[in-house]
């Protein structure tokens, strides 16, 4: 079966049934992403020792990345842990005055920030929560809450240490940190507009206000403590701190050595002076010795972070043996080589444009796993033939698909958002998709003209 023909459609058949399995949902990602083809290379005429190889091939591809994330996803979360960011969304609650538009221009700044972890949850947890008895006491849409969040943490995602890079960047063999410094110009873009759209959505919830004041709807003057809110929040972060049931210094130099750390971190991964990798992992030995005194609360703070950083990392891992099969047997070449014969000649240069396009559609219809790792392949196979680098298909899809994150029902992150906010998948959608597919098919071609994505 290893002719050019076998090749192609047992490519196309592993792509096409872990795609429906991922879609489905009810099984962890890393069960289909490596039986799936485990058993459609031993269809194909391959051996044990062949897949073993193979396997090999897209671990050795793969290795930073996952140690990236392990590392990046504990220190954050060390840092959400001992409350660094909090004195921060604390200062941004009180900035806004209870004023409409500076609430929404606000609520953008602290979905940047809660969002620097990389975890939509956390995310959600931490801004949801605090925000919502503002919204409320303001009449303003819980809605309009939820969007501005799931935008802002969206265009935070093209950090390494999120999931869309660390994908796309095994599937390309690109270093996530690279892929970044590539995106950096157009995340830059993207963080103004982002405002701009939180402005814009003020407007029209203040729009909206004037008129139910008018009609009556609304009676009397709206106003809002938001030094008691911003107490609030610290208070219930100092709660969930409890919770936990952990013990940390709180020293003042221990708050500003965690500053320096990651202030070090950012500029070591923007500078290239350290790859992530080892850049997180002396980053996250520094922040346990720095906040936990001993081994014993050290190392209930790598157990703490450990189910989430594994999880992320499994996948990536699974995603070896994924790609080492399609790749390996030169399925996606073959797949690749079909496509270009079909596809119009004018056309099959920009397919990865044309699907960096309809990113935020394709992730209704697919999982974030089954659109980095199959529909990424096919389309890098199919471009590169006509000079496209890995690093402008892998751009394209990243652009056009990561401001739908939170967008997708797929998303987890976003279903607990909605539970957070008692909101509505409907409701959520019909306000945020439009501005999402709108901003990302704006960024795709901002991207394009200034050649990012040759």
């Not at 900035?95 to 700044?109: H, L, P």
Request: charged share 10%; proline share 5%; net charge neutral.
């Amino acid at each position: 079966m290893q002719t050019s023909l076998g090749l192609t459609l047992m490519g196309l058949a592993i792509i096409f049934v872990t795609v429906g399995i991922l879609i489905r949902g009810r099984v962890n990602p890393i069960i289909p992403m490596t039986l799936v083809p485990v058993i459609g290379a031993v269809i194909a005429g391959f051996g044990i020792e062949d897949i073993a190889d193979f396997f090999g091939e897209g671990l050795s591809s793969v290795i930073n990345v996952v140690v990236m994330f392990i590392f990046a996803i504990i220190f954050f979360g060390i840092l959400q842990d001992v409350g660094l960011f909090t004195p921060v969304i604390r200062s941004l609650i009180k900035a806004t005055r209870g004023n409409v538009m500076a609430v929404t221009i606000g609520t953008a700044a602290i979905g940047i920030v809660a969002h620097l972890d990389g975890s939509g949850s956390t995310t959600f947890l931490i801004t949801i929560p605090a925000l919502l008895p503002l919204y409320r006491a303001l009449h303003m849409s819980r809605y309009v809450l939820i969007t501005i969040v799931a935008l802002a943490a969206s265009v935070m995602n093209m950090v390494p240490w999120g999931g869309p890079l660390g994908r796309a960047g095994a599937v390309v063999e690109q270093d996530p940190n690279d892929i970044w410094l590539h995106l950096l110009p157009i995340q830059g873009v993207a963080v103004v507009l982002i405002f701009a759209i939180a402005a814009l959505l003020g407007w029209r919830e203040k729009r909206r206000l004037a008129k139910l004041q008018e009609s009556g709807e609304i009676k009397g003057a709206i106003s809002v403590d938001v030094n008691s809110l911003a107490d609030d929040f610290s208070a219930k972060q100092a709660e969930e701190q409890q919770k936990l049931g952990f013990r940390y210094r709180k020293a003042r130099w221990v708050t500003i050595a965690n500053i320096v750390v990651a202030l070090a971190v950012l500029a070591a991964l923007l500078s290239g002076l350290l790859p992530p990798a080892p850049a997180f992992l002396i980053a996250t030995t520094i922040a346990l010795v720095v906040n936990f005194d001993g081994a014993m609360e050290q190392g209930d703070a790598l157990r703490r972070h450990a189910p989430n950083a594994l999880s992320m990392a499994g996948v990536i891992i699974a995603a070896a043996m994924f790609l080492g099969v399609l790749n390996e047997t030169k399925m996606l070449e073959e797949i690749a080589l079909s496509l270009v014969n079909i596809l119009p000649e004018s056309v099959a240069p920009y397919l990865h444009v044309i699907v960096g396009f309809f990113g935020v559609p394709l992730d209704l219809l697919t999982s974030t796993d089954a659109y980095y790792f199959s529909v990424l392949p096919i389309v890098q196979g199919t471009v590169e033939s006509f000079g496209v680098s890995g690093m402008g298909a892998a751009s394209a899809l990243i652009i056009g698909n990561v401001v739908g994150t939170f967008v997708s029902p797929f998303s987890p992150a976003l279903w607990l958002a909605l539970g957070l906010a008692d909101g509505q998948m409907g409701k959520y959608l019909k306000i945020a998709f439009p501005i999402a597919w709108v901003f990302s098919i704006f960024l795709v071609a901002i991207a394009f003209f200034t050649g990012m994505l040759a």
